[in-house]
């Protein structure tokens, strides 16, 4: 009986250590998680903050300006090469980013987060924009009764990109995209 009741035992203390293990990973699993909606929170803070530099008063809020390189504001009129992930090689190192931007990175000093950020916009040449030369963007606006005059086009617009690297602490590093334009 002292055997059985021995045997009992270890196969308990066995599952209660697998339960341990269990919850530490649990845990840390779940950290990571909060860790990484976290770093998203503050990209996204980061990329409406970058945006205030193409909207009235910014840095870029003229097309004239945004015809040329304005490193002040970490912008490219032409597009950025890129690495196979799409990824702009300016953000990879500190090196290509000199070469192509002067903004000081934004810092969340009590969160430990550090994010850098280009605008490129997608186009072969420098100067205005056109259809040969940029990414435009004017789709037709459909919708209303069939009875109603066909709606003329929105004005062509150049797209630009925006890219975001949010390091965070621990040295975690994500990257987020978008694209836009300014009207």
């Known amino acids: 009986m002292l055997i059985f009741a021995l045997i009992t035992l270890v196969i308990l203390m066995i599952g209660a250590v697998a339960i341990s293990r269990s919850l530490s990973s649990s845990q840390f699993t779940l950290g990571n998680i909060g860790f990484k909606r976290d770093i998203t929170n503050q990209g996204e803070r980061a990329l409406q903050e970058a945006m205030n530099a193409v909207r009235a008063g910014g ?3 003229t097309e004239t300006v945004r015809n040329d390189n304005v490193m002040a504001a970490n912008y490219s009129a032409t597009l950025l090469p890129t690495n196979a992930q799409g ?3 300016a953000l990879m190192t ?10 000081s990175d934004r810092k969340v000093a009590d969160m430990g987060v550090t994010i850098r950020y280009v605008i490129d916009r997608m186009a072969t040449t420098t100067g205005p924009c056109t ?10 606006v459909f919708g209303g009764a069939s009875n109603e ?13 925006m890219t975001l690297k949010v390091t965070g602490p ?8 978008s694209t836009f334009t300014t009207n």
């Open 87 to 89: 990824i702009p090689i």
């Open 149 to 161: 005059p066909t709606k003329p086009s929105p004005p062509a617009q150049a797209i630009f990109r």
């Open 131 to 140: 259809p040969g030369t940029c990414v435009m963007a004017n789709q037709q």
């Open 59 to 61: 840095l870029l809020a």
């Open 170 to 177: 621990r040295n975690t590093v994500s990257y987020f995209q």
């Open 94 to 103: 500190d090196a290509e980013f000199a070469k192509v931007a002067s903004a």
